[in-house]
């Protein structure tokens, strides 16, 4: 007896390569983008440090050069450098020059 229906188990389906438009970017993307350039990072308390995006890792931890800290949108203190543990940031963004 055989079978009328064609047996597709042999192969697995071929995927086609995606383009990803290039308006579409990861976070990853972005962050690589932004490092050594201005940008402002929210923490959860909802402070700002704006400065230079020196490093930071797979935890989020951010190192910052000329760092400036906000509360409230009021400058309170300077910073040369900066380091910010990840579980506290909310976001980052980039700023303007």
Not at 15 to 39: H, M, Y
Not at 40 to 68: F, H, K, P, W
Not at 84 to 89: A, E, K, M, W, Y
Request: glycine content about 8%.
């Amino acid at each position: 007896m055989s079978s009328a229906l064609p047996d597709n188990t042999s192969k697995a389906p071929e995927k086609e390569a995606e383009a990803v438009p290039e308006n579409k970017r990861s976070p990853s993307d972005f962050l690589k983008a932004v490092l050594g350039r201005p940008v402002n990072v929210r923490l959860n308390s909802g402070t700002d440090y704006r400065g230079v995006l020196a490093c930071l890792d797979g935890y989020m931890n951010i190192a910052m050069e000329q760092t400036e800290e906000y509360v409230d949108g009021q400058l309170k203190s300077k910073y040369g450098d900066c380091f910010i543990r990840g579980n506290n940031v909310m976001y980052i963004s980039s700023q303007r020059r």
